[in-house]
């Protein structure tokens, strides 16, 4: 990423979607990178355009909410390291939950305020109650813009044009944006019908391999049909085919499939499963040797989704209704068997859904032992129990990672130091070309030399 920062910085988008609270977890979990130190150094390699954190408000990393005094310190620390723009996503639409979290940001930092309206289609998220939910957040002087977000890919070009105005008329002059996938196609034709309809001002999207697919519609070839389309991108178009060549390079170099269009699906917009639970769904039918009931699931998934007040197909609610689908399916019958999380999703700790629980399914769901366990767990700690157990004196950007994740894998970040590596993604094959002569037992010493350089490698040395 710091590689082409400074080019991403003088393209001229209007902001970079950088992180959030699972993708800092991610960099400590698995990389052992401090995710503090990602932002200040991306922050001074990219003065220019704001880095832009998503958030669903009241939580850090844990699904959990937490105490607000807990994200006082967390919106603190991530403006004063570099976010200048912060994504408010509730899942469940709690206008009381967003606003909370928008006054929190706001009196920690000077930062943009985003609010979200995640897009999914059931029989209560049409035109009038994204339109609602909008109105009510737009008084606010903690929102400064709002856009549709819609992770399925589910907003078709028609619909596109009927919501965005929907939504910008309850906004008045606070701007729309647009971040649309492409799961099923529509991303790049819904996006221009959005901005066709006048109501939306920015297009979010994803630069070379890394559009298309399931992510966003490519970079390149939206500025283009926004240009045939008469509509002027102060974006640099040899700043971002530049960009594009990095990103082409780096997949190509570390074999990463890119993005690429993808067929319309109507069955999605039935089902809406994404594609990473649909896989996992299959791979465990298959070794049951169940795979032949699969259609069985994807219907049950549709009932489950209803009963359950129809929550919005984004993480973690398509994991729970789709395991839970493939409970009644293969169980001894329906909600016999119930996961923790559709237990407490019930009770109510991942917020008030949109439309109540079916109120037999929910008797159904709660009439267990484990209910009543689950139900007497402690709620997030407090600031001040956090701070005892931690010790008042931590360091507040370790305290909140220690807060939230296992002490081991803060114990490896911390150990590793910080970061020093370049990456070149030309200097891939060269690199795997070393590992493998260091592999050999009869390569004790090995040189690759060429006009203007020498590379050599002794026995016992590490390769990075």
């Known amino acids: 990423m710091l590689e082409i920062a400074g080019k991403l910085d003088r393209a001229g988008f209007r902001a970079i979607d950088f992180t959030s609270s699972s993708h800092m977890a991610v960099a400590v979990r698995y990389f052992r990178d401090n995710p503090w130190e990602r932002i200040r150094r991306m922050r001074a390699a990219m003065p220019r355009t704001p880095l832009q954190f998503i958030t669903t408000g009241l939580r850090f990393i844990a699904w959990q909410q937490a105490d607000p005094d807990f994200m006082r310190i ?50 209560v998220h ?27 890919g589910l907003l078709s070009p028609e619909r596109a044009k009927t919501l965005a105005p929907a939504i910008k008329a309850s906004i008045g002059d606070k701007a729309l944006e647009i971040h649309p996938h492409c799961t099923i196609g529509f991303g790049p034709v819904a996006a221009l019908s959005a901005v066709e309809t006048g109501a939306v001002s920015a297009v979010h999207v994803g630069i070379g391999p890394l559009g298309d697919g399931s992510s966003l519609p490519e970079a390149g070839r939206m500025l283009a049909n926004l240009a045939e389309a008469g509509h002027p991108v102060p974006v640099d178009a040899g700043l971002l085919s530049e960009i594009s060549d990095y990103w082409w390079r780096l997949a190509r170099a570390e074999k990463l499939e890119p993005g690429t269009p993808q067929s319309y699906d109507a069955s999605f917009l039935r089902h809406q499963i994404a594609g990473g639970v649909m896989t996992t769904t299959k791979r465990q039918l298959q070794e049951l040797n169940l795979l032949h009931r699969l259609p069985e699931v994807i219907a049950e998934t549709e009932r489950v989704r209803s009963e359950l007040g129809q929550p919005i ?38 917020g008030r859904p949109t439309r109540p629980v079916d109120p037999v399914v929910e008797a159904a769901i709660l009439n267990r032992n484990r209910a009543a366990e689950i139900a007497a767990e402690p709620d997030f700690p407090t600031l001040a129990d956090l701070r005892r157990r931690f010790g008042a004196s931590m360091d507040d950007e370790e305290f909140l990672l220690r807060a939230v994740m296992p002490g081991e894998q803060v114990d490896a970040m911390l150990a590793a130091g910080p970061s020093l590596a370049r990456y070149n993604p030309g200097a891939v094959p060269m690199l795997e070309l070393l590992r493998a002569l260091a592999a050999r037992p009869a390569a004790r010493d090995i040189v690759v030399e060429r006009p203007g350089l020498r590379l050599a490698l002794h026995a016992g040395d590490a390769i990075a």
């Open 126 to 152: 049409d035109d009038a109650f994204y339109a609602n939910f909008a109105a009510q957040l737009a008084g606010s002087p903690d929102i400064d813009l709002f856009y549709i977000k819609d992770p399925g």
């Open 74 to 123: 967390v919106y603190r620390r991530l403006q004063a390291n570099g976010i200048r723009r912060f994504v408010m996503l509730d899942p469940m639409h709690d206008v009381a939950a967003v606003l909370e979290a928008a006054r929190i940001v706001k009196e920690e930092g000077d930062a943009e305020v985003m609010a979200a309206l995640t897009f999914t289609l059931s029989d």
């Open 313 to 350: 197909m984004v993480t973690p609610f398509p994991q729970m209704v789709m395991s839970q689908a493939l409970f009644n399916v293969i169980g001894t019958g329906r909600y016999a068997q119930v996961s923790d999380q559709v237990l407490r999703y019930v009770m109510g700790k991942f």
